[in-house]
T-cell receptor, first 111, second 117 residues
Framework: RKEVEQDPGPFNVPEGATVAFNCTYS??????FFWYRQDCRKEPKLLMS???SGNEDGRFTAQLNRASQYISLLIRDSKLSDSATYLC????????????FGRGTSLIVHP | GAVVSQHPSRVICKSGTSVKIECRSL??????MFWYRQFPKKSLMLMAT?????????EQGVEKDKFLINHASLTLSTLTVTSAHPEDSSFYIC?????????????FGPGTRLTVL
């Protein structure tokens, strides 16, 4: 069983739509969570960390559900420039620090 | 924000040659750096964890004699692809861990696109 799972998509939405991605993780000792964005043929870039109480950055909202072991990313008022692959990253507590990446969810925002 | 650079950004070489890729953390010290490779439309694959002053830890299936990693300083890690072959053609991305009392975040370099002819 994969440690971090994401629906690869693609999610194809019109401009202005609201879209949400989920990411599930298997290790209950997971401690830190992040969303990264990767554009085609580019490196991943940190979008936002995910805090236990949930956090918002402009049109982006991240939430953590420890009981169900998933994190989510909500994008409101989608822009064409939001088209990218969104990677979920989970870090386990204890032991060596090796962040685990999901395979990514592809988002395509069309006019 | 933190910046990680990678050099070269693109390299084309003949089969059998060795290629060195540098990864630098520009405004923080990174005791830990990571090397990934990514094939087109595929997910990132962790190759190895590079620790400053000690040997790298390689993931299962990654040949350490083929992919030599050196992390001689707190701001520089290098990956050398030895005796490169066409199947080594890929996008290689490094990342550096920015870890302090107030932060623990991973930042990526812009990647190196390797093409082996």
């Amino acid at each position: 069983r994969k440690e971090v799972e994401q629906d690869p998509g693609p999610f194809n939405v019109p401009e202005g739509a609201t879209v949400a991605f989920n990411c599930t993780y298997s290790n209950s000792a997971s401690q830190s969570f992040f969303w990264y964005r990767q554009d085609c043929r580019k490196e991943p870039k940190l979008l936002m960390s995910v805090y236990s109480s949930g956090n918002e950055d402009g049109r982006f909202t991240a939430q953590l559900n420890r009981a169900s072991q998933y994190i989510s990313l909500l994008i409101r008022d989608s822009k064409l420039s939001d088209s990218a692959t969104y990677l979920c990253v989970v870090k386990w507590s204890g032991g060596s620090y090796i962040p685990t990446f999901g395979r990514g969810t592809s988002l395509i925002v069309h006019p | 924000g933190a910046v990680v650079s990678q050099h070269p950004s693109r390299v084309i070489c003949k089969s059998g040659t060795s290629v060195k890729i540098e990864c630098r953390s520009l405004d923080f010290q990174a005791t830990t750096m990571f090397w990934y490779r990514q094939f087109p439309k595929k997910s990132l694959m962790l190759m190895a964890t590079s620790n400053e002053g000690s040997k790298a830890t390689y993931e299962q299936g990654v040949e350490k004699d083929k992919f030599l990693i050196n992390h001689a300083s707190l701001t520089l890690s290098t990956l050398t692809v030895t005796s490169a072959h066409p199947e080594d053609s890929s996008f290689y991305i490094c990342s550096a861990r920015d870890w302090s009392l107030i932060t623990d975040t991973q930042y990526f370099g812009p990647g190196t696109r390797l093409t082996v002819l």
